[in-house]
């Protein structure tokens, strides 16, 4: 579905990226890891045409879209969410979701999209009329997730999902993520709780400098000697697996 093939990024006279390479297949769901700096979140917008490469391509479903607009690359079936959620905060929840579905023209489509995301979050029905600023940062970011769906996307690509949420929403997260793919979604996640990724992903690639370093199962990266010293950690993958596996108690706040 997705290629990025020796793709190199720059932020004025600074490269980012590095050749950078990858391949994602329909309905997986893949982790990009790494550290601080390593790429990962200019990877995501270089695929969602935020920023645009030097070389290199970016090949969607046989399609290159490298040079293509933000708005094409919505049309065309990828969505992102980026980190920090970045909803309008004067908007209601609703009005928020309505301009995630610009791109859906039939009325019908649009309402049927507005009741999946209220059947995936019912907290977002019961507070629809709410400003989005009011609401918590869980619920934030749950309307954020349903704003990326109402394009009925074919590629999700999310930045940070678990960032600063309590363990609790983070369920709610992991369980959105597994829904999406369920749905014929495929996920592209970045996210700096390694654990976590790689207890939800299929497969996965490890960043560092710019360029990929590792690439193989999640299974596996979770038992390689240098990626569970690096990223991982016994008492953090444990915890990871448990707050995705229990089922949240209360409604998200």
Do not use: W
Request: with cysteine; aromatic share 4%.
């Amino acid at each position: 579905m997705l290629e990025l093939e020796a793709l190199v990024v720059n932020y004025d006279e600074i490269e980012v990226l590095h050749g950078m390479s990858l391949r994602i297949a329909d309905g997986e769901i893949v982790t990009l890891i790494g550290a601080n700096g390593a790429g990962k979140t200019t990877t995501l917008k270089a695929i969602s045409g935020i920023v645009k490469s030097r070389s290199g391509s970016i090949r969607f479903c046989g399609k290159s879209i490298e040079q293509l607009a933000p708005d094409a690359i919505v049309a065309l079936g990828i969505a992102h969410v980026p980190e920090g959620r970045r909803i309008f905060p004067e908007l209601s929840i609703e009005e928020n979701l309505k301009v995630g579905g610009h791109v859906v023209i039939e009325n019908n489509r649009l309402k049927a999209s507005l009741a999946e995301v209220y059947a995936l979050f019912p907290r977002l029905k019961e507070r629809r009329q709410q400003a989005g600023g009011t609401l918590s940062g869980g619920e934030q970011q749950m309307l954020a997730l349903g704003r990326a769906m109402m394009s009925r996307p074919r590629l999700l690509l999310l930045d940070e999902p678990s960032l600063g949420l309590a363990p609790r929403i983070v369920s709610e997260v992991a369980r959105a993520v597994r829904a999406f793919r369920a749905n014929g979604v495929t996920v592209l996640i970045v996210e700096q709780n390694a654990a976590l990724a790689l207890s939800l992903a299929d497969r996965g690639y490890v960043m560092e400098g710019g360029r990929i370093a590792l690439e193989n199962t999640a299974a596996i990266l979770r038992r390689d000697p240098e990626v569970v010293a690096t990223y991982l950690g016994g008492a953090r993958e444990s915890k990871a697996r448990s707050e995705v596996s229990a089922p949240p108690k209360t409604n998200p706040h």
